[in-house]
T-cell receptor, first 113, second 112 residues
């Protein structure tokens, strides 16, 4: 299995809702990432988990809460989001030998109404 | 602060020609430079990685160069095809760092 999967593909949520994005990989990768991408912009790093521990939080607002239940799964819990949080949310993973190539999932298109 | 510039937002090229994309960086000494392809609404796909001690790397029709003196990487696609049309992102990265910062990308259109 050489892919990163993300669910759901699309999500529409109100500002008072709580929802979660899910990411899964079975490549034995031990680093996993969340990125946010707005239209016509490059992906921007949000969080990095290394060996299931949060190692980087790029000053992301607390309405985004990451979780890494095990080495294959990564969640992003969403609560009280703002319309400007609407974006493509990408999950990625990379091999355990260090920072080399990253493998991205197809993304979740999030719309906050 | 670190700056990454891909100096063409868009590049149009005739099918069969060689496309050359440029990535320049400043205030930075990356150990690696990576290139990704992204299609609309999809996640980026890793293409090539070149290390600071490598001058050139090839994979099929793709070639990447890395000039640490000029602080520049060039990405070439030879015998370009319409299927190569996509946005190409460069990403310098430091040794031992999980942080990957992307350039703004170059949208390549290969015209039949």
């Amino acid at each position: 299995d050489t892919e990163v999967t993300q669910t759901p593909k699309h999500l529409v949520m109100g500002m008072t809702n709580k929802k979660s994005l899910k990411c899964e990989q079975h490549m034995g990768h031990r680093a996993m990432y969340w990125y946010k991408q707005k239209a016509k912009k490059p992906p921007e790093l949000m969080f990095v988990y290394s060996y299931e521990k949060l190692s980087i939080n790029e000053s992301v607002p607390s309405r985004f809460s990451p979780e890494c239940p095990n080495s294959s799964l990564l969640n992003l819990h969403l609560h009280a989001l703002q319309p400007e949080d609407s974006a493509l949310y990408l999950c990625a993973s990379s091999p355990p030998r260090g920072v080399l190539e990253q493998y991205f999932g197809p993304g979740t298109r999030l719309t906050v109404t | 602060s670190q700056k990454i510039e891909q100096n063409s937002e868009a590049l149009n090229i005739q099918e069969g020609k060689t496309a050359t994309l440029t990535c320049n960086y400043t205030n930075y000494s990356p150990a690696y430079l990576q290139w990704y392809r992204q299609d609309p609404g999809r996640g980026p796909v890793f293409l090539l990685l070149i290390r600071e001690n490598e001058k050139e790397k090839r994979k099929e029709r793709l070639k990447v160069t890395f000039d640490t003196t000029l602080k520049q990487s060039l990405f070439h696609i030879t015998a370009s095809q319409p299927a190569d049309s996509a946005t190409y992102l460069c990403a310098p990265s430091g040794a031992g760092s999980y942080q990957l910062t992307f350039g703004k990308g170059t949208k390549l259109s290969v015209i039949p």
